[in-house]
């Protein structure tokens, strides 16, 4: 059967779908159905029965707004989707949404529709593939032997993230990366010759890739051999460049922005049919192309061949295996548990005044012994962070075995990348940059917890607190962005004990990111009963009770919990009744059923402070409308830490007499 034939049901597949609903991407689904037709029938090495097969090539589609090619991909090579599932494309709850996203679709490896988020995600991919083998590959046996495809398209192209990624993929050299480039020269606003004049292949030579130009994308034979030519380049990522035509078929939108985001119209659709010369109705694929494109045997022989491949490994290096397939499937060691609790209580008992940052790098340091597939990495703040703990190893492009990355200053690109190790398994990434620049990686940070993995992005300098860098670098609404992410679990702990169990927590977190956030100067260790130390995991607790009903509650997290103790200790001695709680996770506390939180927060006490150097407006609802927040309404300003924190209103004094009128209100 012709190639075209089987293109061809991609494209019927795609622009009946979008037509259908009314809604969708017809434009590169028409031109990218031959590119996709020679990967996925020749090249891509998959088994539609098994999707987390975890020796499977990776397919991302960077440019996610063509959705459908990728959903009539899995349709007709076998996977669970149906063609009713087609005809459900862009409705409520289907298993076809607007732009693919994972856990709605088998066969899915990531969300993608924020252009350039994609191609960093299959960095982070190809990255993770290389660290395994070389963690856990032996001679003559490859149990983590597999490519990273993505195809990107100019938006992708033009978005700076993805200068970031592929200028670490370059360095790394990670030459089982193969990107194809939709080179239709089309955006949404029309020919991109006014806004998109780069010499991509030059770029790309430039990171270290090797390009392979002037493909015809239309043109099966040129694309099969540029796909070999890339599967033999070892020490290279690969570019692609294939020139397409959008709306491939379309007689009057083809290589026009027409074509790239609405339907293609009734008329136009029967014309495309003329044009390629389709007899079928919509949806309708004859049996003979089912059975061509049909993956499901040769999926299953080849997923036979690797697991027979894995008895053998299994056999000469049983705890390897164990290992392998213990961190694929995403599980802990048995002891992790016991271990982690055993050190975080061994903290409380032995107290130390540490600033957050540095508790941090002394439970990593822990922890990597029983957790040794948390890959860790800093934007180019290491040092600041401290986020390479004792056991560090450095990855290099030509040592992949260790389990530390300097990302380089790249924060969106670090944060996109480490959900593509989280995405493809066998790590738990974390990352570091100041908490300000999260704000360059949002997006990411945001995808993260959309996509419910774990991620675990370190942020310190946490606030005003970190000093005279001065407001560019002094994070004022970022905590409050965090916590008003759906999904996100934001930790602010206020020693080296809630630090601890901030991590402990990330790294259990199975269907979300967490943000831990850390101080750049020291904090006073806060005392602590087994209950209470049992009680950071709900995310607020009592930490300083009075007796009987408080008159007054003040909550607070991380550095300014030693503010809160203050003024209830003064309060106290007295007469008063006050309440100190730490809410070192807020998310997780609301997470918490109605008794905790009643038990913690009494909805009849009305008196309530707040005391956070974050933004002031995030804790209202807390206070409520009898209470009042001590915070930040404005950004910092450049000065040492202590004068800052006395400038805006977080010293003992203000937090007493703050405390004082509320009660004598
Ligand atoms: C970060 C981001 N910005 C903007 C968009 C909206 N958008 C979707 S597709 C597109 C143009 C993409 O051009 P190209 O990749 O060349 O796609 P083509 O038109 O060739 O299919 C834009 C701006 C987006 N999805 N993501
Ligand atoms: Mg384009």
Redesign the pocket.
């Known amino acids: 059967m012709e190639q075209q034939q089987l293109a061809n049901a991609i494209r019927f597949l795609s622009i009946d779908a979008v037509q259908k609903a009314n809604s969708g991407?017809p434009?590169?689904p028409l031109?990218m159905a031959d590119m996709a037709t020679v990967l996925w029938k020749d090249f891509l090495k998959h088994n539609p029965a098994d999707p987390l097969w975890i020796n499977r090539d990776r397919f991302v589609l960077s440019?996610?707004?063509?959705s459908m090619l990728l959903y009539s991909l899995l349709h007709l090579t076998g996977y669970d989707l149906s063609i009713e599932d087609l005809q459900n494309f862009r409705q409520l709850h289907s298993k076809t949404p607007g732009h693919p996203e994972y856990g709605y679709t088998p066969g899915v490896e990531t969300t993608s529709?924020?252009?350039?988020?994609g191609i960093a995600n299959a960095v982070g991919m190809a990255l993770a593939e290389k660290a395994l083998a070389a963690q856990f590959n032996r001679d003559g046996l490859p149990v983590v032997d597999h490519f990273t495809y993505a195809f990107?398209?100019?938006?992708?192209l033009m978005?700076g993230i993805s200068h970031e990624a592929c200028s670490l993929a370059g360095t790394l050299k990670l030459g089982k990366l193969i990107a194809l480039w939709?080179n239709?020269n089309?955006?949404?606003d029309g020919h991109?010759d006014g806004w998109f004049t780069d010499d991509t292949p030059a770029r790309f030579r430039a990171y270290g890739w090797q390009v392979i130009d002037h493909v015809d994308g239309h043109h099966p034979q040129q694309v099969a051999a540029a796909l070999e030519q890339a599967r033999n380049e070892r020490q290279k990522p690969t570019l692609i460049c294939c020139k397409t035509t959008?709306g491939f078929g379309s007689p009057n939108k083809a290589d026009s922005?027409d074509s790239?985001?609405s339907a293609l119209g009734k008329e136009e659709v029967a014309l495309v049919r003329e044009t390629l010369g389709w007899t079928h109705a919509a949806f309708d694929i004859p049996q003979p192309i089912y059975a061509q494109w049909d993956a499901r045997e040769k999926g299953a022989a080849a997923q036979a061949d690797w697991q027979d491949l894995f008895n053998r490994y299994r056999d000469q290096y049983p705890e390897e295996a164990a290992g392998l397939l213990r961190r694929s499937l995403k599980q802990l060691p048995d002891n992790w548990r016991h271990n982690s609790q055993d050190y975080i209580r061994q903290l409380q008992d032995h107290p130390a005044n540490l600033a957050t940052r540095q508790a941090s790098q002394k439970a990593l340091s822990q922890f990597i012994q029983w957790v040794p597939e948390l890959l860790g990495g800093s934007a180019d703040l290491s040092p600041s962070n401290l986020t390479r703990h004792s056991q560090a190893r450095d990855i290099t492009p030509d040592d992949a075995s260790g389990n530390y990355i300097s990302y380089g200053v790249r924060e969106f690109g670090m944060s996109a990348i480490m959900n593509g190790v989280a995405l493809h398994g066998g790590f738990i990434p974390y990352g570091g940059t100041f908490l300000m620049f999260m704000e360059y990686a949002r997006?990411a940070v945001r995808m993260a917890a959309l996509m419910k993995i774990r991620s675990i992005f370190v942020y310190t300098h946490d606030s005003i607190g970190l000093g005279e860098d001065g407001p560019t670098h002094q994070p004022v609404e970022q905590l409050a962005a965090l916590r008003l992410t759906p999904n996100m679990e934001t930790w602010r702990g206020c020693d080296q004990v809630e630090a601890a169990v901030s991590w402990q927590q990330a790294i259990e977190r199975e269907n979300g990111p967490s943000a831990l956030i850390f101080t750049r100067q020291p904090l006073e260790q806060q005392p602590r009963d087994a209950r209470q130390l049992a009680n950071i995991a709900k995310g607020g607790y009592v930490l300083r009770d009075c007796d009987g009903v408080p008159e007054l509650i003040i909550i607070s997290s991380g550095s300014e919990i030693e503010l809160a103790v203050y003024a209830a200790i003064e309060l106290a001695e007295q007469g008063k009744r006050v309440r100190v709680v730490s809410m070192p996770c807020v998310e997780r506390f609301e997470k918490q059923d109605a008794a905790w939180r009643e038990s913690v927060l009494p909805g009849a006490v009305r008196k309530r402070l707040v005391i956070e150097a974050s933004i002031e407006g995030f804790w209202r609802g807390y206070a409520g409308l009898d209470g009042k927040v001590l915070g930040m309404s404005s950004f910092g300003e450049s000065a040492p830490a202590a004068v800052l924190f006395g400038h805006f209103g977080f010293s003992k004094d203000h937090a007493l007499a703050a405390a004082r009128a509320l009660l004598t209100d």
């Open positions: 991407h434009g590169a031109g440019n996610g707004h063509s529709g924020p252009l350039g988020q990107l398209g100019d938006g992708c978005e939709d239709n089309i955006s949404i991109v959008i922005h790239h985001g997006n």
